[in-house]
């Protein structure tokens, strides 16, 4: 029956990505070790398959959860011989990453992998000294930063610490969407004691995006007696947000006291260097070969972080089609030269200027125009800057485009956008909005 169901599953896989035979090659070559009602374990001939796979973790899951009829999980791991099994394995001694799995954690979230630089060297420091002593250091610990500059990776080498010196302590690491669907579920089940007595007795809780919280008048109530319980029990709380709790709007008053009873601390976006050590970090981790030349380039041209370990993969399908099969300077220098020139071919300035007037209701004289209001302002400097990113438009041009003096101005534009983007969540949206409508 499982069989037949993996069977289905790699089918529909193979026909949907027939174009890319590596894939299908090694889906083809593993199988299902062990299942549960909303996970399945794949296990992988070789540490290389895993790698490559854990890159098509969702492509995965989108099938497996099609077929089964529910969202399912999925996970892999490298296994000797793989074997197809009917059920659940019963009697096995945890390793250690089934410990970190049932923490929550990603296992390679470690202080050893983790690239340091001076935007995030005091929150390093600061995460090693509460794993070294949890409930004494810094209670509570909250890290705040726009997307991909590292918190989750930090708040949860804690955690992977503290266990490693006690594989038995009670550490737990959720979103806060989980501690309030959980919540949820037990006030509907009748179980609101099983779930305090999972969350209030714990030695360290960690909790994602807490600022997901505010607005939410009972999930605040039951977290805030949840952190005055571990706080007393001598536990350790982290937390993170993408702003400070003086920013977190709706969040009450008492809770916002609490946060900011510890230590906050601020971890910035990341500079050129340390995307670049990022960048090789990820490669070593999936035992991908690149040089350091190829990395800087890389570094250089993306700039979110979260798109890092994509853009990685994908040269790397590349890579593996050559001799060498290691990501060199030819490899990228070809890689964005046709994806830039595949944008350009298509699309023309005149369509940018366009797009973006008509996102926020004015004409192209008021974007080109000397007016400070702010609507037009921000226009033009959107314009400015999706020229110069997705165009890849000399800064000379883009200025005599949006008839600005010199190409200074162009520069301001684009590093004010890309600063605001990745500080505002809304915002970043309506510029991915602007883009999708403007690209072919």
Same mark, same amino acid.
């Given at each position: 029956?499982?069989? @037949?169901?993996?069977?289905?599953?790699?089918?529909?896989?193979?026909?949907?990505?027939?174009?890319?035979?590596?894939?299908?090659?090694?889906?083809?070559?593993?199988? /299902?070790?062990?299942?549960?009602?909303?996970?399945?374990?794949?296990?992988?001939?070789?540490?290389?398959?895993?790698?490559?796979?854990?890159?098509?973790?969702?492509?995965?899951?989108?099938?497996?959860?099609? &077929?089964?009829?529910?969202?399912?999980?999925?996970?892999? =791991?490298?296994?000797?011989?793989?074997?197809?099994?009917?059920?659940? %394995?019963?009697?096995?001694? /945890?390793?250690?990453?089934?410990?970190?799995?049932?923490?929550?954690?990603?296992? +390679?979230? @470690?202080?050893?992998?983790?690239?340091?630089? /001076?935007?995030?060297?005091?929150?390093?420091?600061?995460?090693?000294?509460?794993?070294?002593?949890?409930?004494?250091?810094?209670?509570?610990?909250?890290?705040? !930063? #726009?997307?991909?500059? !590292?918190?989750?990776?930090?708040?949860?080498?804690?955690?992977?610490?503290?266990?490693?010196?006690?594989?038995?302590?009670?550490?737990?690491?959720?979103?806060?969407?989980?501690?309030?669907?959980?919540?949820?579920?037990?006030?509907?089940?009748? #179980?609101?004691?099983?779930?305090?007595? &999972?969350?209030?007795?714990?030695? +360290?809780?960690?909790?994602?995006? =807490?600022?997901?919280?505010?607005?939410?008048?009972?999930?605040?109530?039951?977290?805030?007696?949840?952190?005055?319980?571990?706080?007393?029990?001598? !536990?350790?709380?982290?937390?993170?947000?993408?702003?400070?709790?003086?920013?977190?709007?709706?969040?009450?008053?008492?809770?916002?006291?609490?946060?900011?009873? !510890?230590?906050?601390?601020?971890?910035?976006?990341?500079?050129?260097?340390?995307?670049?050590?990022?960048? %090789?970090? &990820?490669?070593?981790?999936?035992?991908?070969?690149?040089?350091?030349?190829?990395?800087?380039? =890389?570094?250089?041209?993306?700039?979110?972080?979260?798109?890092?370990?994509?853009?990685?993969?994908?040269?790397?399908?590349?890579?593996? @089609?050559?001799?060498?099969?290691?990501?060199?300077?030819?490899?990228?220098?070809?890689?964005?030269?046709?994806? @830039?020139?595949?944008?350009?071919?298509?699309?023309?300035?005149?369509?940018?200027?366009?797009?973006?007037?008509?996102?926020?209701?004015?004409?192209?004289?008021?974007?080109?125009?000397?007016?400070?209001?702010?609507?037009?302002?921000?226009?033009?400097?959107?314009?400015?800057?999706?020229?110069?990113?997705?165009?890849?438009?000399?800064?000379?041009?883009?200025?005599? +485009?949006?008839?600005?003096?010199?190409?200074?101005?162009?520069?301001?534009?684009?590093?004010? =956008?890309?600063?605001?983007?990745?500080?505002?969540?809304?915002?970043?949206?309506?510029?991915?909005?602007?883009?999708?409508?403007?690209? /072919?």
């Amino acid at each position: 029956m499982l069989t @037949t169901f993996w069977e289905s599953v790699v089918a529909e896989i193979q026909e949907k990505h027939e174009k890319n035979p590596i894939f299908s090659s090694i889906i083809s070559g593993v199988h /299902p070790v062990e299942i549960s009602d909303d996970t399945i374990i794949i296990g992988c001939p070789s540490l290389g398959a895993k790698q490559y796979l854990d890159g098509k973790t969702m492509v995965v899951e989108d099938v497996v959860s099609f &077929k089964a009829g529910k969202k399912t999980l999925v996970s892999f =791991i490298v296994v000797a011989e793989t074997k197809t099994v009917t059920g659940p %394995l019963l009697d096995f001694q /945890p390793t250690k990453e089934d410990i970190y799995r049932k923490a929550g954690l990603n296992p +390679l979230a @470690t202080f050893e992998n983790f690239a340091v630089s /001076p935007t995030n060297q005091v929150a390093f420091a600061s995460a090693q000294a509460v794993a070294k002593s949890p409930g004494s250091s810094y209670n509570p610990l909250f890290f705040y !930063g #726009t997307v991909g500059v !590292g918190k989750t990776h930090l708040a949860q080498s804690i955690a992977r610490t503290i266990l490693d010196d006690d594989a038995e302590s009670n550490v737990y690491f959720c979103s806060s969407e989980k501690f309030m669907n959980e919540l949820i579920e037990s006030i509907r089940s009748k #179980t609101t004691a099983r779930f305090r007595k &999972k969350y209030r007795t714990l030695k +360290l809780i960690i909790v994602d995006d =807490i600022q997901f919280l505010a607005g939410k008048q009972t999930v605040q109530e039951e977290f805030f007696h949840t952190f005055n319980s571990i706080v007393a029990g001598g !536990g350790q709380i982290v937390l993170t947000s993408d702003r400070p709790p003086f920013e977190i709007q709706k969040l009450e008053d008492r809770l916002r006291s609490r946060f900011s009873g !510890g230590l906050i601390v601020d971890i910035q976006q990341p500079d050129f260097e340390l995307r670049t050590a990022i960048l %090789l970090i &990820k490669a070593r981790e999936k035992n991908i070969q690149i040089e350091m030349e190829a990395a800087k380039i =890389i570094a250089e041209t993306v700039q979110d972080t979260r798109s890092l370990e994509g853009t990685l993969l994908s040269l790397y399908a590349r890579s593996v @089609t050559t001799d060498s099969q290691i990501i060199d300077l030819s490899i990228v220098e070809s890689f964005f030269h046709k994806k @830039t020139e595949r944008v350009k071919e298509r699309v023309s300035p005149q369509d940018v200027i366009k797009t973006v007037c008509s996102f926020y209701h004015i004409n192209p004289s008021q974007l080109k125009g000397n007016s400070r209001k702010s609507t037009f302002s921000l226009a033009r400097q959107v314009a400015m800057y999706i020229l110069r990113t997705e165009l890849a438009i000399n800064l000379a041009d883009v200025a005599f +485009l949006v008839k600005r003096k010199d190409h200074t101005t162009v520069m301001h534009a684009v590093n004010k =956008i890309q600063e605001k983007r990745m500080r505002d969540e809304t915002f970043r949206g309506e510029i991915e909005m602007i883009i999708k409508t403007v690209r /072919p």
